[in-house]
């Protein structure tokens, strides 16, 4: 695995960890730190020994509190529409063909909500605070917060938290349909790590077809989304791992997916 200056990657067995590794900047994400998960996800992507993929943040008080503001300095509407056209992380992330689980363990602010929101699934600490503050900066929501926020929680909730900036604790984050799972900071993430370790064990071809349908679901109408499903549906039955499942189901024991 490469290595990166602002990232630590960890393989555990099936399982991929990225932690954030700025702690003294609160895990803020500057270019750098964009850049390089972008690049730990393409070599990820090829590691067929790597089936989930966990994010998470350095120390106890941030997953990540947001983009690095220093960087906004002197910037103008040409030079920023230039960085958010460049190589993105939360579209990365999104667009990801394994599982992908953040593990929220503090703030989890402006850019660190929205690349929670880019994970599939998220899990948070009791003490985990979540927001879209931009507006307190006159400005929006920059990295699909607006977008993904609303496709998840509804355009109400939505509202609610991108206008009036205010940071929500874990509990209403739960409440809201933000988070999927709450636990105490102890447990997080050898919580976290048993879900991840729960779906490695599924078939990776069957995850990557589920993944695709249900995005499907909220980008397309639901016609489409059928259609897609029945396609998605039809690839798993030319794959290895379905004659495993089935064959492993009607011999009652448990199944060995090879990815194929």
Partial sequence: ??????????????????????????????????????????????????????????????FVAGADIAEFQGRTAVTQRDVMTGRSLFTAVDSFPKPVIAMVNGYCLGGGCELALSCDLRVASENAKFGQPEINLGIIPGGGGTQRLTHLVGEGKAMELILTGDIIDAQTAYRFGLVNFVYPAADLEAKTMELANRIAEKSPVALRMAKEAVKTASRSTLDEGLRREIDLFSICFSSEDKDEGVSAFLEKRKAEFKGR
């Fill in 1 to 62: 695995m490469a290595s990166y200056e602002t990232l630590l990657v960890e393989r555990r067995e099936r399982v991929a960890l990225i932690t954030i590794n700025r702690p003294q900047k609160m895990n803020a994400l500057n270019i750098q730190t964009r850049e390089e998960g972008a690049r730990a996800l393409e070599e990820l992507r090829e590691d067929e020994t790597v089936r989930v993929v966990v994010f998470t943040g350095a120390g106890e008080k941030a």
